[in-house]
């Protein structure tokens, strides 16, 4: 499953000409909220840039699940 998850992030980054920012920025948030709610991984970062700056920098889910530590982008 992770791995069909992991594919579907690739076919969206690169598909990254192809869509809108916006659009773009919303498939990868939706994403990788149903990875963090299914309970597939406790949390995931996404950094994306395009010619060198940074596009896109979130993070999702928990550093640490125990504590309810965010994980952070930084």
């Known amino acids: 499953m992770l791995k069909q998850i992991l594919s579907t992030i690739a076919c969206v ?4 000409s192809l869509a ?3 659009k773009l920025e919303k498939s990868i ?3 990788s ?3 963090v709610n299914a309970k597939e991984v406790s949390g ?3 950094l994306l840039l395009k010619d ?3 596009i896109y920098n979130k993070a999702f889910g ?3 699940v125990s504590t309810k530590q965010p994980l952070k982008t930084d």
């Not at 980054?13 to 990254?16: C, D, T």
């Open 20 to 22: 809108q920012n916006t």
């Open 44 to 46: 995931v970062n996404v």
């Open 29 to 31: 948030d939706d994403l």
């Open 13 to 16: 980054i690169a598909l990254n």
């Open 62 to 64: 928990y550093a640490d």
């Open 52 to 54: 060198g700056e940074v």
């Open 33 to 35: 909220a149903r990875l």
